[in-house]
């Protein structure tokens, strides 16, 4: 059975070797998935880590800041893990200059974060008023991180739409929408343009649209099944598309910066790579996730087989128009083009096959795919259901945007990895060996030809995740939201992540091994200094875990060196 696995298993590499173009360098569609590049980045390549307004800043009613829809939303119980909100979160508002020194003790190229929205209009239509405080912290923020030579990132659309155009319009499914960003846009780069020179319009607008408007797992929660998510999605590219029409007309000459989208897909491979019906749902399962806005915007029109699959099911279901909104000639050749870089958010994989949901049971944005998801048990799960550690797939989807839109220069936006168990030592090895594994399949996309530009660690702290609550931390520094103060403790992942930064990558084999072991046995030890210091009775659990059998040892070893000291003095 074994042998006959793994001729199998051989004739699956012999035949996706002929049959998918190799690349360049390397053969990026061989299965060698374990195999390890040492190497290093091209020089200038932008080291980072990210975060969103929400998720982070708190101060969800302070200074005269309007409602956002996840305000809203995270205050009706039942929505999200224990009912948490975001209300105080990491408490960033105030504690910008302490989370920027940690930036800088990173040694980070570039911070990406979002504005938000409410914050400086509170109302989210700029007539009604602008909110000067609002503004000024952003001013503030902007100022430190360029003080200290970090260039910032700044995302228009982190998810927190303000909940006045939520309730008056219907948000993102309301034609309305793409003016009123547009005004807020305009406001930002007025604002800020003169230090800001990179720009994303939205952050993964899968899933605001998918989880927004189709399940109703995020905010506004709607459940506007086979609907709602191609309409918000239709609305969404609009709207970019005329922010970067309205940078370049008003801003580009005068600022000299860029707009770009940062779109996230998980990559999808076949089950059977000799079987067609399954690289083709393969195929379409990654259309119909980044495909979906990147076709659109670097190809103006939807992927083929989204048309195909959404018209022929609206069909069948007795419809006299395809569900998935039509673009018009003028509006393709307005949205073609529109992205002056592309971000790229990433973090897992699956194994996809073909399965054909019948149209009478009701169509959703899943059934409309014909596809199956799996997963193999094999791939590391840190605890998150839905992120499983598959860093093979990540050098495919960056060689599928190389081939699919004509290898536009890439930022990675987001790529990191969740816990759910408590890290007690701070020692979060899985995450290094997360981002050692997808960090070195990136470098191999580089050398394959893909022009990625920059990576952005998702995330720099933990914070509020969503409908998940505080149950997930995706941090390279651990927040204790238990304390008011929220203070901040570097993870293990802190010393491999510089390291990997000072070292550009990955030179040879002997920087692994000291990333691998030294670093992470130096920080804990770290770590365990910095608790036994701190006097704040929250950590009591941890110090208990941690610290008390680290001192016991310490205190043996002292006592068997004193004895020692004291037989010698009586020899």
Not at 245 to 269: A, C, F, P
């Amino acid at each position: 059975m074994m042998l006959s696995h793994r001729v199998g298993r051989a004739c699956h590499v012999l035949v996706l070797v002929l049959c998918l173009s190799a690349a360049e360098d390397f053969g990026w569609s061989a299965n060698n998935h374990d195999s390890f590049y040492y190497g290093i980045f091209p020089n200038g390549f932008s080291w980072g880590a990210g975060s969103s307004a929400y998720q982070t800043e708190g101060a969800w009613d302070k200074d005269g800041k309007g409602l956002s829809i996840w305000d809203v939303f995270t205050h009706k119980k039942g929505k999200t893990f224990l009912n948490d909100t975001g209300d105080s979160s990491c408490e960033g508002y105030y504690k910008f200059k302490d989370d920027i020194s940690l930036i800088k003790e990173l040694n980070l190229s570039h911070y990406r974060f979002s504005i938000s929205w409410p914050r400086i209009m509170p109302t989210g239509i700029r007539s009604d008023h602008v909110n000067e405080k609002g503004v000024k912290y952003y001013n503030a923020l902007i100022d430190e991180l360029l003080e200290h030579n970090i260039t910032p990132i700044v995302t228009l659309y982190h998810w927190d739409l303000p909940q006045v155009l939520q309730e008056k319009y219907g948000g993102w499914q309301n034609i309305s929408m793409i003016n009123y960003f547009n005004d807020f846009a305009n406001l930002c780069f007025e604002r800020y343009g003169d230090r800001v020179k990179y720009w994303i319009t939205f952050n993964n607008p899968w899933s605001a649209a998918v989880e927004g408007y189709e399940t109703g797992e995020h905010a506004p929660g709607l459940k506007l099944r086979g609907t709602g998510a191609y309409r918000a999605a239709h609305h969404i590219i609009k709207a970019h598309a005329k922010v970067w029409h309205t940078y370049g007309t008003q801003w580009r000459n005068k600022q000299r910066g860029m707009v770009g989208i940062s779109l996230s897909g998980d990559w999808g491979e076949p089950v059977d790579i000799t079987n067609q019906k399954d690289i083709e749902a393969a195929e379409r399962y990654v259309q119909f996730y980044i495909g979906w806005f990147a076709t659109p915007i670097f190809h103006g029109d939807y992927p083929q087989v989204m048309k195909d699959f959404i018209g022929r099911k609206s069909a069948q279901q007795g419809l006299g128009t395809s569900r998935l909104p039509i673009f018009s000639s003028q509006e393709k050749s307005y949205i073609k083009g529109t992205s002056d870089f592309l971000g790229v958010g990433h973090f897992t994989t699956r194994y996809i096959t073909q399965k054909s949901f019948p149209f009478n049971r009701g169509s959703t944005y899943f059934s409309d795919r014909d596809v199956a998801e799996l997963v193999d048990p094999r791939w590391p799960d840190p605890g998150s259901e839905w992120l499983y550690s598959v860093p093979w797939g990540f050098r495919r989807l960056l060689n599928f945007i190389k081939t699919q839109y004509g290898n536009p220069m890439i930022f990675i936006t987001e790529n990191g990895v969740s816990e759910k168990m408590m890290c007690t030592e701070l020692c979060d090895d899985w995450r290094i060996q997360y981002y050692k594994g997808y960090i070195n399949e990136m470098l191999k996309a580089i050398r394959d030809g893909v022009n990625v530009k920059g990576y952005t660690a998702w995330s720099l702290l933990d914070k509020f995740e969503w409908d998940e609550g505080y149950s997930e931390r995706f941090g390279l520094y651990y927040v204790d939201f238990r304390n008011k103060n929220k203070p901040r403790y570097p993870k293990a992942s802190v010393q491999f992540y510089k390291r990997i930064i000072k070292s550009n990558g990955f030179p040879n084999q002997r920087e692994i091994i000291s990333l691998s072991s030294l670093e992470k046995q130096r920080n804990t030890a770290a770590n365990i200094l910095k608790l036994i210091h701190d006097p704040l009775t929250s950590h009591m659990e941890m110090v208990t875990e941690v610290v008390v059998p680290t001192v016991c040892t310490l205190c043996i070893l002292i006592s068997a060196v004193f004895l020692m000291f004291l037989l010698r003095k009586r020899n």
